[in-house]
């Protein structure tokens, strides 16, 4: 038997203890006398029947190797070639996604590339004293260009060039 601490809440909570163990000892005898529901809880995880022979499997990866060894005359179930296209399919999105953030990453860089070599010019001519702080600018509004501008036109005036135009039209190149 378990010893049971008492702190706090004194024995109230010995008692919620007690109880729960109680209820945790009778699960389990349940689950180890009771073979219907032993094998409830394994056929929970197979989730594939092969028809020729009725084996069980819990991923369809299994369950084709398995049918292609043991019975390759016979062609795929449906069930088999449904679960094996989603996954082409999954696969190929997964694919689609990453290469569409690669090039979004490559787009972003060349804009900031842009965007740098824009306002090192800018600056150079306008105010050399800021030079070595772009840097920090860059690291400050990056991804918000607009607010960079919008503050470039309220201190220069019209003098500012175009960063977000410019960076779009450099990315896209």
């Not at 953030?101 to 965007?115: H, S, V």
């Not at 010019?121 to 918000?144: C, H, L, Q, R, S």
Request: hydrophobic fraction near 30%.
């Amino acid at each position: 038997e378990r010893y049971i601490k008492v702190m706090v809440r004194g024995n109230a909570k010995a008692k919620c203890q007690a109880k729960r163990l109680k209820k945790l000892e009778a699960e389990r005898k349940s689950q180890k006398s009771d073979p219907k529901a032993l094998k409830k809880a394994r056929e929970k995880h197979l989730g594939y029947t092969c028809p020729e022979c009725m084996a069980r499997f819990p991923g369809s990866k299994m369950y084709y190797e398995h049918f292609c060894s043991r019975h390759p005359k016979k062609p795929l179930p449906a069930d088999l070639q449904r679960a094996l296209d989603a996954e082409r399919e999954e696969k190929k999105r997964i694919e689609e996604e990453k290469a569409a953030k690669k090039k979004q990453r490559a787009m972003n860089l060349k804009k900031a590339a842009y965007i740098r070599e824009t306002l090192t010019k800018f600056y150079e001519a306008k105010a050399p004293d800021k030079v070595g702080n772009i840097d920090k600018i860059m690291t400050k509004y990056d991804g918000k260009w607009e607010k960079l501008e919008n503050g470039l036109r309220k201190t220069y005036g019209d003098d500012t060039p175009d960063l977000v135009a410019g960076g779009n039209a450099a990315a896209n190149r």
